[in-house]
């Protein structure tokens, strides 16, 4: 074949420093950065409820409504900055409900961080397993 009729698709650069389509994830929905936003913590969880389903919490973060902004690109923006995130974030982990990814095997993710220590780490969160409504917070845009 002719090198001038060959052709080649472009994909889109990842933004990400943490790049989950290198393992195979593919990334069904994100939330775009913009600015210098706010960013504040919100419970998700109904009085009297101790574990909630992951998949409830997703629809939970939904009630926020405009303030439900904050994904994966707002959590590695924390992580270069972490200084200054509140001490009294780190009894929480932090979780970033607007971008959600798929693993190989179908399962879906959202990324959080965690304190661990001395420092805070990027993790993803299976929707599929109960969380602890006492040591999770969703991040939303500060009212």
């Known amino acids: 074949m002719d090198a001038q009729t060959t052709t080649v698709t472009l994909k889109r650069p990842s933004d990400f420093k943490y790049d989950k389509t290198k393992a195979g994830w593919k990334l069904l929905k994100n939330a775009w950065l913009f600015g210098e936003p706010r960013l504040s913590l919100v419970r998700f969880n109904k009085e ?21 902004k904050c994904g994966q690109r707002h959590a590695e923006r924390l992580l270069e900055q972490q200084d200054a995130i509140p001490e009294n974030w780190r009894g929480f982990t932090l979780v970033f409900p607007k971008t959600v990814w798929r693993d190989s095997k179908d399962k879906l993710f959202v990324p959080c961080l965690n304190w661990d ?3 805070w780490t990027i993790a993803f969160l299976w929707i599929g397993a109960k969380v602890d409504c006492n040591n999770y917070r969703l991040v939303c845009l500060a009212a």
Do not use: Q, T, Y
């Open 48 to 68: 009297g409820e101790g574990h909630i389903e992951g998949e409830v919490m997703l629809e939970r973060a939904k009630e926020f409504g405009d303030r439900n």
């Open 117 to 119: 220590d001395n420092e």
